[in-house]
């Protein structure tokens, strides 16, 4: 990251994850991201049209209900509407607690991750309590970035 603020990135992962991003129509939270991040302001992130949020709480007091959040209570309904909202376009789970719960009722294809060589020593697991193994097959993406690797790998059906 440079004095502004801006995210400087390889030319290799910049392709990777701009293609990536161009493809996401709706990305599916939960309510803890939705808060950490003040609901990105009521505008999708990075260009995503939709967020779906997984919560049995409404919408926080004084959301602007014309914004593109749809709030559901289980992460079935989440899958449903964010495959209709999403048209032609992906599906992004976020990870976390969310994220395992929809792996657990294998709704995921595939997961991707980019790991970059920092240790936090503490922290919140990636898919959060899932308390069952879920085997992924081989990666069929790894992609050297500068100090990240790109992994995409299949969930095994």
């Keep these: 990251m440079d004095d502004s603020g801006v995210l400087m990135v390889s030319q290799t992962s910049y392709d990777h994850t701009r293609a990536y ?22 505008k999708p992130p990075s260009g995503i049209d939709h967020v779906v949020v997984v919560t049995h709480r409404p919408a926080p007091e004084g959301w602007d209900p ?16 964010a495959q209709e909202l999403a048209g032609d376009r992906l599906v992004e789970v976020a990870a976390g607690d969310v994220g395992g719960q929809v ?8 997961v991707r991750m980019d790991v970059a060589p ?5 922290g919140r697991r990636f898919f959060g309590s899932v308390d069952a193994q879920h085997l992924l097959d081989d990666p069929d993406v790894v992609l050297q970035g500068n100090r990240v690797l790109h992994l995409r790998y ?4």
Excluded at 118 to 122: E, L, M, N, P, T
């Design 103 to 110: 792996l657990a009722a294998g709704l995921v294809d595939e």
């Design 118 to 122: 920092v240790v936090f020593g503490s």
């Design 66 to 81: 014309e914004a593109p959040f749809h709030f559901v209570g289980g992460v079935e309904a989440a899958v449903a509407r």
């Design 21 to 42: 991003w161009d493809g996401i129509g709706v990305t599916i939270a939960g309510r803890r991201v939705l808060d950490l991040t003040g609901g990105w302001g009521g």
């Design 154 to 157: 299949p969930v095994r059906r």
